[in-house]
């Protein structure tokens, strides 16, 4: 059974920093890549980072560069997203999902449960 199970959300004040967690199962880990994605409430899911498992590469949108690392961790089949100096726009349910890579949903097969995120200003 395919299973992406997501933690480390919580309430967080405005420049403080939070790591998720997206521990994967069921599924050939090195073969995929993995995304995060997000969430507003009333708002559309948006791909924020992914990582190609194959070469460790890393990919962010604009809006996280610099504040936001993600990483993965082969022998424990899990990826992580460091979120620093995080704002209020941040908050949202943070999703990670399994796939070929990219920033669009339709790409992605598998998904965790989501996480939820709120910054306080």
């Known amino acids: 059974e395919v299973q992406l199970v997501e933690s480390g959300g919580g309430l967080v004040q405005a420049g403080g920093s939070l790591r998720l967690s997206c521990a994967a199962s069921?599924?050939?880990?090195?073969?995929?890549?993995i995304g995060w994605f997000r969430q507003a409430s009333g708002k559309e899911r948006k791909g924020i980072s992914c990582?190609?498992?194959?070469?460790?590469?890393?990919h962010y949108v604009d809006s996280v560069k610099g504040r936001f690392t993600i990483s993965s961790d082969h022998a424990k089949s899990t990826v992580y997203l460091q979120m620093n100096n995080l704002k209020p726009e941040d908050t949202a349910v943070y999703y990670c999902?399994?796939?070929?890579?990219?920033?669009?949903?339709?790409?992605?097969?598998?998904w965790g449960q989501g996480t939820q995120v709120t910054v306080s200003s």
């Open positions: 999902a399994a796939g070929t890579g990219g920033f669009t949903p339709p790409a992605y097969d598998y």
């Open positions: 069921g599924f050939p880990f090195d073969d995929y890549a």
């Open positions: 990582i190609i498992n194959s070469d460790d590469s890393a």
